[in-house]
């Protein structure tokens, strides 16, 4: 099948399957006498297992980890059982920044009562004031303990 068909297959866009071949997380197609990629079962079938991994945010490095192993099906998985420990881990630590900011975003919102002029906004003073204090607003940790969504968090980490 050719790119587009893969792409309508597995629900990927088709920039996303070129990423992950630059990435060497699928293996380059064979191509036609008119230079057409064209992929096979086994590329649907790894694209589905790659994609499965990204909806479980895991970073480029550990799928390429994991791949090794679905590659090498005979190794100990000792391995793979450390790298999702850990995920997990590294999981709960965005959930602890998730929750630090629901209690920041929390004490923001409280801070007015109901609308009124911009002007007078306590909202809007208190973001004013929490950008030149080092901690931010409230209890909470400023920017630093804001969390960027699943597709910035695993730069996090090392991708």
């Known amino acids: 099948?050719?790119?587009?068909?893969?792409?309508?297959?597995?629900?990927?866009?088709?920039?996303?399957?070129?990423?992950?071949?630059?990435?060497?997380?699928?293996?380059?197609?064979?191509?036609?006498e008119g230079n057409y990629r064209i992929?096979?079962?086994?590329?649907?079938?790894?694209l589905g297992f790659i994609r499965r991994c990204r909806s479980l945010d895991m970073t480029l490095d550990e799928i390429r980890s994991l791949l090794k192993f679905r590659d090498?099906?005979?190794?100990?998985?000792?391995?793979?059982?450390?790298?999702?420990?850990?995920?997990?881990?590294?999981?709960?630590?965005?959930?602890?920044?998730?929750k630090t900011l629901e209690k920041q975003l929390k004490a923001l919102r409280l801070q007015c009562?109901?609308?009124?002029?911009?002007?007078?906004?306590?909202?809007?003073?208190?973001?004013?004031?929490?950008t030149l204090a080092p901690d931010g607003f409230g209890s909470g940790t400023g920017h630093a303990g804001h969390v960027h969504g699943a597709l910035h968090a695993p730069a996090r980490r090392g991708t």
């Open 72 to 98: 090498a099906p005979e190794e100990d998985c000792g391995q793979v059982n450390q790298l999702l420990d850990d995920h997990i881990g590294h999981v709960a630590a965005r959930i602890a920044e998730l």
């Open 39 to 46: 992929y096979d079962e086994d590329h649907a079938q790894r």
């Open 113 to 130: 009562g109901g609308p009124e002029s911009a002007h007078p906004c306590g909202i809007l003073q208190e973001l004013d004031t929490a």
């Open 1 to 32: 099948m050719k790119i587009g068909e893969l792409a309508k297959v597995t629900n990927t866009p088709v920039e996303t399957i070129r990423y992950y071949e630059r990435e060497h997380l699928l293996p380059e197609p064979a191509r036609t």
